[in-house]
């Protein structure tokens, strides 16, 4: 019996010292607007069937969701976009969280996709090589997708124009989908007047 209550008190002492967090993923949709159309710079993910979605995943310990954000897009962008101007771009907003994700929105300058895919991966990080092939989305041809609720079985076809050649897949994925029209619905997709 003694040693039970031994085992349990350095159970305890143990369970004191380390905290088990969840991670607090989130990520960013970049964006430009011309001509009276706003483009979404999406990006296809590598050796996956998942399709195309704007960028994000999980945090590092001791991240603010804006910071997972202004990391994740720094990487999955494979460093075109700075981190430092990520982060100050949506340093004052209120992300649109959808479940336990955080997404930010910033407006970029245009650059060709073909520049932010040609962007060198550094060899010491795999991170910089999650997405394969990018392309700028008009969001009246996402903007159909959205208006019914999102089933994740099924595949959201991206109109052929706007899929480089090359491209494995040619859909949205549907999980990143559901959160644009969350976005819709809740009126927070910042080039859409409320």
Known sequence: MKLLRIFWALCMILLSHYTIRAETPAGMVLYFESGGEVYLLLAEHAD???????FGGGDREGETMAQTAAHKTFEETRSYFSRTDL???IKEQEPLIDGSY???FAEVDFVPAQRVMNNPIPKEDDAFGERSTFAWIPYSSIEPHIK???EH???YLIAPAFVP???VTNWLWPVWLANMRKGAIEGSLPWIDN
């Open 102 to 104: 955080a997404t930010y």
């Open 148 to 150: 019914n609720d999102i």
């Open 153 to 155: 079985e099924k595949k």
């Open 87 to 89: 982060e100050a771009k």
């Open 165 to 167: 050649k090359g491209s």
């Open 48 to 54: 996956s069937q998942r399709g195309w979605a704007a």
